[in-house]
T-cell receptor, first 110, second 116 residues
Framework: GIQVEQSPPDLILQEGANSTLRCNFS?????LQWFHQNPWGQLINLFY???GTKQNGRLSATTVATERYSLLYISSSQTTDSGVYFC????????????FGPGTRLSVLP | GAGVSQSPSNKVTEKGKDVELRCDPI?????LYWYRQSLGQGLEFLIY????????KSGLPSDRFSAERTGGSVSTLTIQRTQQEDSAVYLC??????????????FGEGSRLTVL
């Protein structure tokens, strides 16, 4: 099946810093999403981005489908950004389930 | 409803008992997924329902696990003869599909299962 890797596995930032999280996948995909799992365990949708670039406030994401990677940018980080960031992909074949990467654990210090 | 609803939010049971976890997806979403997340770990796929098609059960860890989806809406995940290693948060998600394309995935808040 498709393999999904995320880097770095852990990241510690000072409040106000910027960061880039990466998601690599091993096959062509139909669908890619980024999620933030907050400290209470809730998975929050950030971006639905099978290709191209999107921005939402301090966050933006870019997926280069032909090169099989996606990047999540967090600017001017805040303590509320802490948690685990997951990317999930649906393989480019109808009826496939979503495969999640192992996540990047982000800690933003005040 | 407005979002994916799961119940119970917490369940504590004794080893060997059966449990049922319920998921009510977003209205109109034809795809429904169950995942499991052990403490500090990533999401493990369990089962996927898409419309009237046969479910993808490839992620179910043993024959003690089963799931059904009635009327293309509500789904129940059943774990028989629970073991301590079944302790985890069970997450349900749903999405809209259009032809071969799957839309955005939305998660419920999960059911936390503790097996004593």
């Amino acid at each position: 099946g498709i393999q999904v890797e995320q880097s770095p596995p852990d990241l510690i930032l000072q409040e106000g810093a910027n960061s880039t999280l990466r998601c690599n996948f091993s096959d062509s995909v139909n669908n890619l999403q980024w999620f933030h799992q907050n400290p209470w365990g809730q998975l929050i949708n950030l971006f639905y981005i099978p290709s191209g670039t999107k921005q939402n406030g301090r966050l933006s994401a870019t997926t280069v489908a032909t090169e099989r990677y996606s990047l999540l940018y967090i600017s001017s980080s805040q303590t509320t950004d802490s948690g685990v960031y997951f990317c999930a992909v649906e393989r480019d074949n109808y009826g496939q389930n979503f495969v999640f990467g192992p996540g990047t654990r982000l800690s933003v210090l005040p | 409803g407005a979002g994916v609803s799961q119940s119970p939010s917490n369940k504590v049971t004794e080893k060997g008992k059966d449990v049922e976890l319920r998921c009510d997806p977003i209205s109109g979403h034809t795809a429904l997924y169950w995942y499991r997340q052990s403490l500090g770990q990533g999401l493990e796929f369990l089962i996927y329902f898409q419309g009237n098609s046969a479910p993808d059960k490839s992620g179910l860890p043993s024959d003690r696990f089963s799931a059904e989806r009635t009327g293309g809406s509500v789904s129940t995940l059943t774990i028989q003869r629970t073991q301590q290693e079944d302790s985890a948060v069970y997450l349900c998600a749903s999405s809209r599909t259009s032809g071969r394309y799957t839309g955005e995935l939305f998660f419920g808040e999960g059911s936390r299962l503790t097996v004593l």
